[in-house]
């Protein structure tokens, strides 16, 4: 694992967590238990496009290409 880029929350029925890495690599947290998160290593294609387009809008402009890229948005 390398640096992180950036971590991006999104809200809704679930609160699910995604931080990118420099080396491309994507950690999942999964909230549904706060005692216990379901912590996942994600490939680009484990993400639906629902998400990818959701973290892309709250994704901060100065990191939004290099996580474009890793998630190889469109």
Same mark, same amino acid.
């Given at each position: 694992?390398?640096?992180? *880029?950036? /971590? *991006?929350?999104?809200?809704?029925? +679930?609160?699910? +967590?995604?931080?990118?890495?420099?080396?491309?690599? *994507? %950690? %999942?947290?999964?909230? /549904?238990?706060?005692?216990?998160?379901?912590?996942?290593?994600?490939?680009?294609? +484990?993400?639906?496009?629902?998400?990818?387009? !959701?973290?892309? !809008?709250?994704?901060?402009?100065? @990191?939004?290409?290099? @996580?474009?890229?890793?998630?190889?948005?469109?």
């Amino acid at each position: 694992m390398e640096n992180e *880029i950036c /971590t *991006i929350t999104l809200t809704g029925d +679930q609160s699910e +967590q995604y931080t990118f890495y420099s080396d491309n690599t *994507i %950690k %999942k947290i999964d909230n /549904t238990d706060n005692l216990k998160p379901l912590i996942e290593w994600l490939s680009p294609k +484990q993400i639906n496009k629902h998400n990818k387009d !959701r973290i892309i !809008r709250s994704c901060p402009e100065d @990191v939004k290409e290099i @996580v474009m890229q890793i998630l190889d948005y469109p």
